[in-house]
């Protein structure tokens, strides 16, 4: 094999996987990302992941990324690991899709029709339809078909640039002796492995394989070792993506390791048994680009069918093997991590930001929970709650806003830009009402210190607007976690309400002081506590109208609120009506 075959061999090596990621890219976008968060929405059942995982991964091309998505479940608890199991089963069937897409490839040429479908005219045909919609289309959605067209027609003509060049191989006594000897079982296996090793994607390696079918040397005795080898490579990047997580995510990245390991001593103890045995005639038979296919999906197919009924068992053996270190198991951790290997899949980087914020508005809201109790009867202890609790929401806003902005980096739809906008937008409001939740509570000690009492009048005018404040801020948090605009209109109107009645309670302050009810000295601290319960109903304001704006592709809070003022929507004034009489002094 001379050098510009050598250089062509590999030049076609670079366009095949470079064709392989563009095509599985532009699939997995065209797809909305919707089939990742299906992974961890709909796996309660092991044959329910084993289907989710396999069409995932045919769509994705990849059993590897499938399994480091997974491996991202488990760290970050969003899936428990006997879940993985069932789906990590479905990657490792799914990858064999990929041999049969490389199959057409192996279309001959000839006259009339049989010519029409030829490799080089179809990869010409589906060359020019990528890129015209690549290049003459606004839309987004033809865009990324074009990506897929092209990537197809790169791996195609990857794939008949390989062929071509080891098509001369065929005449060469030394590459037919090398091939030869991997038809021994373990010498085909371990090139099998430290070939896909070194490529990091068994359906390259398979790819690879197929072409070299074009020499007519690769024989079954010889495919089948390989075959073997490369589904326990493909496990490497797996193994390498576990390095950092937790126990059940190393568990999770060796149970594929598992899986395969175990698939190829079966199978290859069963077939060569009974090759000893029966002789089997196809053992020398030569192979082609479809019965490399063939084979592949059956060995993969066969491992999948054998070890499915044995979840458990898979589970028990792996947490034999790596078991909870004491720490772990009892540690309770108080911010969760972010899972820094959904980045590069917007879609769960999405999902799993949502959990946090709504996790960090709970916080928020415990923590004005806390204040109102200590303000009620006053206890360091609480002071000492509510501050804690403040301080994890601070953490929360740095880690969800270091993490979106990583996340913008991607390639997003319309849809996700306006979601992380929405996160961006609320993420300061919620960490703000967790500030004056501990105002609240400093207020509270002050008054506990200077022993100061309001009037029963007092009290009861505060009473009420503490439980308008707790509604408001319920809603709010409910409306966001659940996404509901129509729970996001009351927010407002209850806003103007508390407003309303902060300004009415301060007159009326002012007036008991004129006669001499209160002091003031109450009126500092009664001020105060008016002022934060007015800030706090304006940042759940700003949830809901950002909730709001954001689905219709603007945010103008100004112009919206205006706008509401002006209007007096029908539904605006029955909730303030409702709200008016629910909440009077």
Not at 70 to 88: D, E, L, P, T, Y
Not at 253 to 277: C, K, P, R
Request: net charge negative; proline share 2%.
């Amino acid at each position: 094999m001379d050098i510009p075959n050598v250089i062509s061999l590999l030049g076609g090596v670079a366009l095949f996987l470079f064709g392989m990621s563009l095509m599985g890219e532009g699939l997995k976008k065209i797809a909305g990302n919707r089939l990742e968060v299906l992974l961890y929405k709909l796996t309660n059942t092991s044959w329910k992941g084993i289907l989710l995982g396999t069409m995932v991964t045919a769509v994705i091309q990849s059993s590897s990324a499938t399994s480091v998505m997974v491996v991202g479940f488990v760290n970050s608890k969003m899936m428990r690991f006997r879940q993985a199991i069932g789906i990590i089963l479905g990657a490792i069937f799914g990858t064999s899709v990929t041999g049969w897409v490389i199959c057409l490839s192996s279309l001959g040429s000839g006259g009339g029709w049989v010519q029409l479908l030829s490799t080089t005219t179809l990869t010409g045909i589906i060359a020019i339809i990528g890129i015209i919609l690549r290049m003459f289309c606004k839309s987004q959605n033809k865009n990324r078909l074009g990506d897929i067209l092209m990537g197809f027609a790169v791996l195609m003509f990857g794939m008949s640039t390989m062929s071509g060049a080891v098509a001369p191989l065929k005449e060469s006594g030394e590459f037919i002796q090398i091939l030869t000897a991997f038809s021994h079982p373990l010498l085909g296996i371990l090139v099998g492995m430290i070939f896909t090793a070194i490529l990091q994607s068994a359906s390259a390696a398979v790819g690879i394989l197929q072409a070299l079918t074009a020499t007519g040397a690769v024989d079954f005795a010889t495919a089948f070792p390989l075959i073997m080898g490369i589904a326990i490579g493909a496990a490497l990047p797996v193994l390498l993506s576990s390095l950092g997580a937790n126990v059940n995510g190393k568990r999770t990245a060796f149970v594929y390791l598992l899986i395969d390991m175990l698939g190829v001593a079966i199978w290859s103890a069963v077939f060569y048994t009974l090759n000893g045995i029966l002789t089997f005639s196809f053992h020398n038979a030569t192979m082609t680009t479809v019965s490399v296919a063939l084979l592949n999906t059956v060995f993969r197919l066969a491992t999948v069918l054998i070890l499915s009924p044995f979840v458990g068992l898979l589970e028990k053996a792996i947490c034999f093997f790596i078991k909870d270190k004491p720490e772990e198991a009892y540690a309770v951790s108080p911010l969760p991590q972010l899972e820094e290997r959904f980045i590069p899949h917007p879609a769960l980087a999405i999902a799993q930001c949502r959990e946090f914020i709504t996790a960090m508005a709970k916080c928020a809201q415990d923590s004005l929970t806390c204040a109102f109790d200590v303000l009620e009867n006053y206890s360091d202890d609480g002071l000492n709650k509510v501050m804690e609790l403040e301080n994890l929401t601070d953490q929360y806003e740095d880690s969800l806003g270091t993490y979106l902005v990583k996340v913008t980096t991607n390639e997003l739809s319309n849809a996700q830009n306006i979601e992380i906008s929405k996160f961006l937008h609320t993420l300061s409001d919620f960490e703000r009402i967790a500030d004056h939740a501990l105002n609240i509570a400093q207020v509270a000690q002050e008054i506990d210190e200077k022993s100061i009492t309001y009037s029963d009048q007092a009290v009861h005018e505060l009473s009420v607007v503490e439980n308008a404040v707790k509604e408001i801020v319920s809603i709010a948090i409910d409306a966001f976690s659940q996404n509901n605009l129509q729970l996001a209109a009351k927010v407002e109107p209850l806003e103007e309400l508390i407003d309303g009645l902060c300004d009415e309670m301060k007159l009326h302050h002012v007036d008991r002081i004129q006669k001499g009810v209160c002091s003031l000295n109450q009126g500092f601290t009664f001020n105060d506590l008016l002022t934060n319960y007015e800030r706090i109903s304006d940042h759940c304001s700003n949830i809901a109208v950002a909730m709001i704006e954001l689905e219709t592709d603007s945010f103008n809070t100004h112009e919206y609120l205006k706008s509401m003022e002006k209007m007096k929507q029908a539904s605006f004034v029955q909730h303030f009506e409702e709200f008016r009489k629910k909440y009077t002094l």
